[in-house]
């Protein structure tokens, strides 16, 4: 039937007032300010190391928040997300207040949402891909505070999702390390099947997590939760376990694991090899960071209490640093400083956590770099010689070098010295597997697009791999990981299992 030209007039009006009300809705959703996360104030949270900084969102935060995401057509928040979270499916079933829903959606792709909404670096991934800050150069949606958000209100429910499993197929894998990279393998791999066990080192699940990140930052209590959630997935855990020393792969195969993931980190501290670096009170930034977050050590209760100091100085501009330098500032350092041989622009360290620091009195001392430690007569460290610098073309990081300034030295006081200029990998592993190809740096060498080692049954990410890297990119090597190891095992021992 020919439809009248009166009919396609009101139809074209039609298609225009919905159009219309697009635009609309769209003005109305950029209208919104980019909501700010409530803060304990710094005067109260430094007095203790187990206060969460940031306090979250309140629902009603939240779903206003939620309301400015365009839902774009193709949303390449997406792409700047190592884990591949489905942001605007998660984001719109927090604006219609399906939180739960919004929750389930993160478990899909990420085994430790509550963890990532904490410690991801948002603002130069997915965030920094958001469209108000590709066309518009305005802030974006609060991604990170909307994935917090929903994670922490599903665990403050008590109803806790389970993401959907496969069919246990019977094959058993193991996972050397339980960071994030050796969870987030777990997670995918429990979703398709497989028996995973995890073995870690320490007394403790959750690696860096637990050891490397202040429970200001992230408590163990919610890192826990998701663990928790791992072992509801099928997912066994072994403490104490060392493997390379409490038992090889040789041994492990034997007990019928078919293939591995080696997720053991860098946990193997630098320093700068400059005179006067063995002096009593210089230490790694590991060894400050793991004596307090996870052997309490900074309770007066404590066995091996930590050393504190009037005059506390952190080596480094990463976040590692300004863990360490804020963990100073709890334990009753009068001066606790920042000394980065780079300007504070340079700094690796997340925005939020310098901002976080400098509200809570943590000096700056930038274009500086220690040159030699100074000890009094009981080989105790009393002062740092440092010398100024200046920056010239940029590195290999694309950062402009540090160059020093001829003349400029100068000492500082320095009771308590934490030197934060990065890890190695974990050398177990590498130096106890014969036939794994190893790399001149001593991580683990990979077919990139497959996390694949040189044995094939042998899989490997995180920072064993990259030699240090966010919580994040661990966490997507590991998802890469359990994709290809799959592939793997379904070619090696599934496919006969069908056949026969």
């Given at each position: 039937m ?7 007039k ?9 159009e219309?009300?697009?635009?609309t ?63 605007p ?23 430790l949402?509550?963890?990532?909404g ?29 994935e ?31 960071g ?73 195969r ?35 960071l ?60 997340r ?127 590991g ?6 190891m ?15």
């Open positions: 020919e439809r009248s030209e009166e009919y396609i009101n139809e074209r009006k039609q298609e225009w007032r919905v219309l009300q697009k635009l809705k769209a003005k109305d959703r950029m209208a919104v300010e980019r909501v700010e996360m409530t803060e304990m104030a710094p005067e109260e949270r430094i007095k203790s190391q187990r206060v969460e900084v940031n306090v979250g969102l309140t629902k009603e935060q939240a779903m206003l928040e939620a309301t400015r995401c365009m839902d774009c057509v193709n949303p390449t928040c997406m792409e700047g997300c190592p884990v591949s979270i489905n942001i499916k998660f984001i719109k079933n927090i604006e219609r207040g399906n939180i739960l829903e919004a929750a389930s959606v993160l478990k899909e792709t990420s085994a949402p509550a963890v990532c904490r410690v991801c670096p948002q603002e130069v991934q997915c965030e920094q891909r958001c469209f108000y800050v590709e066309k518009l150069n305005l802030p974006s949606v609060a991604i990170g505070h909307l917090r958000f929903a994670a922490d209100f599903e665990r403050e429910s008590g109803v806790i999702s389970v993401p959907e499993l496969a069919e246990s197929n019977g094959v058993k894998v193991a996972v050397i390390g339980s994030p990279s050796g969870l987030s393998f777990a997670g995918d791999m429990a979703k398709l099947g497989y028996d995973v066990t995890v073995f870690e080192a320490l007394h403790e699940i959750g690696g860096v997590l637990k050891y490397g990140i202040p429970e200001f930052r992230l408590p163990n209590a919610v890192v826990d939760v998701e663990i928790e959630n791992l072992r509801r997935m099928g997912v066994k855990f072994i403490t104490n376990y060392i493997v390379g020393q409490t038992a090889s792969l040789d041994d492990l034997e007990e019928g694991y078919k293939a591995f993931y080696v997720g053991s980190g860098a946990g193997l501290p630098r320093f700068m090899n400059i005179p006067g670096e063995n002096s009593n009170g210089i230490m790694s930034s590991n060894e400050y793991t004596r307090v977050n996870l052997m309490g050590a900074d309770s007066e209760e404590s066995d091996t209490p930590i050393l504190r100091g009037k005059n506390v100085v952190v080596v480094g501009g990463g976040n590692t640093a300004m863990d360490s330098v804020r963990t100073a500032k709890r334990l009753g350092a009068e001066r606790a400083i920042i000394v980065y041989r780079r300007s504070e622009e340079e700094m690796p360290a925005v939020e956590e310098v901002h976080h620091a400098k509200q809570e009195g943590i000096e700056f001392l930038t274009l500086t770099n220690p040159i030699e430690y100074i000890a009094d007569e009981n080989s105790r460290v009393k002062q740092i010689k440092v010398q100024k610098m200046e920056l010239g073309e940029p590195d290999a990081s694309g950062r402009r070098r540090p160059i020093p300034m001829e003349g400029s030295e100068y000492t500082i006081d320095a009771t308590v010295v934490v030197v934060a200029v990065g890890v190695s990998p974990n050398p177990l592993i590498p130096n106890s597997v014969e036939g794994l190809e190893v790399s001149k740096w001593g991580t683990i060498e990979v077919v990139k697009d497959k996390m694949q080692s040189s044995i094939p049954e042998v899989f490997a990410g995180g920072d064993i791999v990259r030699g240090g890297a966010t919580v994040i990119l661990a966490m997507g090597d998802r890469k990981a359990a994709k290809n799959n592939i793997y095992l379904q070619e090696k021992y599934l496919s006969n299992k069908v056949e026969h």
